[in-house]
């Protein structure tokens, strides 16, 4: 018969052991939707950069570059917060099918 493990039986699990230890991971691995960036409507005004909370935006030198889709969680503040409605939220299986074709 299945019987369920104390606690200090059970092996431990993640352990986070020095901090930005995540950037040596492709925590954008799970990502359901991707953000599209549209440049032609980009305005470089950077809006989406001050408001992405896992750094995933590129700038330098005032210009914002493609999003790091190895970090991107695919949140969607971004494309909420463009004002230029410049980014738009795709499903990541959408545009892995078109990948494929
Ligand atoms: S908020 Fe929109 S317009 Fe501004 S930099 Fe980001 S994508 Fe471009
Ligand atoms: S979807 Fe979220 S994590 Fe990805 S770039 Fe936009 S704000 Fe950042």
Do not use: H
């Amino acid at each position: 018969m299945y019987q369920l493990k104390k606690w200090f039986e059970i092996p431990i699990g993640s352990i986070v052991s020095e901090a930005g230890s995540s950037m040596m991971n492709n925590t954008g691995s799970w990502r359901m939707l991707r953000p599209v960036l549209n440049t032609e409507k980009c305005t470089n005004c950077l809006i989406c950069w001050i408001f992405c909370p896992d750094d995933s935006i590129p700038v330098n030198r005032e210009q914002r570059f493609e999003t790091d889709f190895q970090y991107c969680k695919g949140c969607g503040i971004c494309a909420v917060e463009c004002p230029y409605d410049a980014l738009e939220m795709v499903p990541e299986m959408e545009i892995k099918l078109k990948e494929l074709e």
